[in-house]
């Protein structure tokens, strides 16, 4: 009887496990014994059978934990388990078939017992002849000097041999996993996937079946060519994708020298002897000009010559021939030539002479440059289109070479500077602008000409020295190499917009509470710098004559963004606020009632403020605050040389209407102490060098000026931020609110919004 698969019993019960045996063997199976399960596990590993019976008592270990181990070990975790069990609850059974593949229940019964058996044994083999098809493909992918890498249908690399790993540089463990990006030139990325959904898609696919030449990329970085050789295939309905890629590097060395040779062969090469008869012709004369080798060899120069030019050229033969001078050997001049159909093209013709037994032998390269010809026909179209385009926007226009001198403008910049043509060109912009503007020119020119810098605002001076605000939106021109070859800019005038920020911007001021000012027992200073005309940073001094006046409220806030979107934001949190003070409630409910209307009024708009409300008590020496997502305000100590940060919870307002806002606490004030509240367009502007200002040279400003009134440590504070970002555009609002702790002389005095 055939062997039909070998199986391993393990089971501690003698009479069970001869009668399965006696079962198995008389149907043509081989069967061992085990009655121990960890010799079970050390002979399994060795043995490989088809099928493991598992008992479910063991003296030695729980045939669970048995499973267990089968399932993770490397040679055994292929092999089907049964187990034998008495047991015939759902919990058995559940995790009979968890931790193992089936369960046969006792008393056994013949038919089902082969059944269960045959079923898995069939699994095992189709797992083993898997497990050795896998191997022989392994180990042919290992045995092959081309990369062969396989990928699923979303171009994840599935497969990775060795021969990919010397080829690109990434080891197997490295590769899989990743996109087929890892290997592709950025360049060819889009169309890589653009060609992926197609043919997922069902459509066509241009390298599927073919050896293609194409770049690929190595993991340091450098580009080579590769000859691919791409195919699809199916598994579990699910396609995949197999490429062989082989390096074709030297054969491509190798061809460029042959062509380097042989270069002139793209054009035609023609030579003829001294009477003027044809006596070399190649393949690219006869692309150019139509007629074969053997249909021109022997005629006369002049079937490639129209016929208005032929005693021209007859006179010339006969003067090189006579010794004379030629007025094109040795010189490239365009001329015109005859086709075969009679056709004429234009053509660029470099002229040589040599000698054979002092005969005379002219060789000349025939170039075909009717796509020049068509190609500069379009440029003088296109420069004519240009040229309409420019001429009559509404924007001045300016073209520069990539050292940024003035090639070209249009007539709107020419009136917008008040100059001709000929007076701007071959200037630069820097000669048309302000100072300031100059400077930013000056700092920023090589970030401008790499494109950092698309858009920005500026002054410029016109000939009648009044300066215009403009907006200049540039573009850096490159040729198919990448490489800079000059720039152009709009320039739109600025002059009407800026008069409505400039209008918009008095009135934001005016809402503003004066910049400095002295209440009982505090010296108080505020001022917002706006990075643009009219800006989302706000402070206000809060107090309501209809409220207890032992207190006075400082409050910094700043809106995300800035700009007009902001200021209006800052707008309608300032009336907000204002309604909310008016209650007369403590700070924590004022900022829960204004976050509460903010919310509802900004909601799916993407906008949030944050904001620092304090209320000093100068008398009570204490103070009290509500951090709304701002950074933390700090108080300074010249006594004791000594910070704090007056830090605490709180959500931005606009984010959660429901969100309750907690009050904090701090006493013990004493004279001479400075509390500084400010926004972080203060710290986190950058310089040149992109460093950024911080909050330690912030503080040092604060510690040396502490001597000096609130309004003077605000201008030692704003002339170093100033001095540190010269020639950068400030990318923020700067807002900052000094208060310090004086001598108190008589009740607070009252403020409002």
Known sequence: MPNRGHIIIVNDNPVDTDVLQELLENNGY??????????????????????????????????FSLSAKLKQG?????????????????????????????LITKPFEAREVLARVERQVTVSKVRMALRESETKFRSVMESAIDAIISADVSGIIRSWNSAATALFGFTEDEA??????????????????????????????????????????????????????????????????????????????????????????????????????????????????GYTAEEAIGQRLEIIIPERFHEAHRKGMQRVTAG?????????????????????????????????????????????????????EALRKSEEKYRRIVETAGEGFILMDKNLIITDVNEALCQLVGLRRENIIGKTPLEFATEDFRQFLETNQKEISAGKYKEFEGTVVSQN??????????????DDQGRVIGNMAFVTNLSEQKKSLALAAEVQKSLQPPTALRVSGLDVAGRT?????IGGAYFAFLQDKQCAGDHFDAVVGDVTGHGVDAALFMTTARAFLRMSASQCGDISQIITEMNRHLTLD?????????????????????????????????????????????????????????????????????????????????WETFNTNGKMFGKKRFRDIVRENAHLEANEIIDAVYNELSTFSKGLKKEDDATLVIIKLEEISKKIEEWHI
């Open 30 to 63: 081989r069967v061992d014994k085990e009655a121990n399960g960890k010799n079970a596990l050390s002979n399994i590993s060795e043995a490989k059978p088809n099928l493991i019976l598992l008992g479910d008592s063991l003296p030695d270990i729980n045939p």
């Open 324 to 376: 004379g001078e030629s007025r094109v050997i040795g010189k490239t001049v365009e001329l015109f030539a005859r086709t075969k159909t009679g056709a004429e093209v234009p053509i660029e013709l470099s002229l040589a002479t040599w000698n054979v037994r002092e005969e005379i032998y002219y060789t000349g390269i025939i170039r075909d440059i009717r796509e020049r010809k068509q190609a500069e």
């Open 74 to 102: 490397k040679q055994t975790k292929y092999i089907p388990v049964i187990f034998l069990t008495t047991l015939n609850d759902t919990d058995t059974r559940i995790k009979g078939v968890e931790l193992g593949d089936d």
């Open 465 to 478: 020295d009044r300066n215009i605000p403009v907006l200049v939106h540039g573009s850096t021109l490159r």
């Open 529 to 533: 710098i706006a990075c643009e005309e």
């Open 176 to 289: 899989i996993g990743r996109p087929l990006e890892l290997i592709i030139p950025e360049r060819y990325r889009k169309l890589h996937q653009e060609g992926i959904r197609r043919v997922s898609s069902g459509g066509p696919s241009r390298v599927i079946g073919k050896t293609v030449e194409v770049a690929a990329v190595r993991k340091n970085g450098s580009e080579f060519p590769v000859e691919l050789s791409l195919a699809t295939w199916f598994l579990e309905k699910k396609r995949y994708y197999t490429g062989i890629i082989r390096d074709i590097s030297e054969r491509k060395q190798a061809e460029q020298k042959f062509r380097s040779v042989t270069e002139s062969a793209v054009d035609a090469i023609i030579s003829a002897d001294h009477t003027g008869n044809i006596v070399s012709w190649n393949n690219a004369a006869t692309r150019i000009l």
């Open 602 to 682: 900004i909601l799916d708009t993407g906008r949030f403020m944050t904001l620092f409300y304090m209320r000093i008590y100068p008398e009570n020496k204490k103070l009290q605050w509500v951090r709304a997502g701002h950074d933390p305000a700090i108080i300074y100590d010249p006594g004791e040389n000594k910070f704090e940060e007056l830090n605490g919870a709180g959500l931005a307002l606009g984010v959660d209407g429901n969100y309750v806002y907690e009050e904090n606490l701090k006493t013990g004030l004493v004279k001479g102490q400075i509390i500084a509240i400010g926004t972080d367009g203060i």
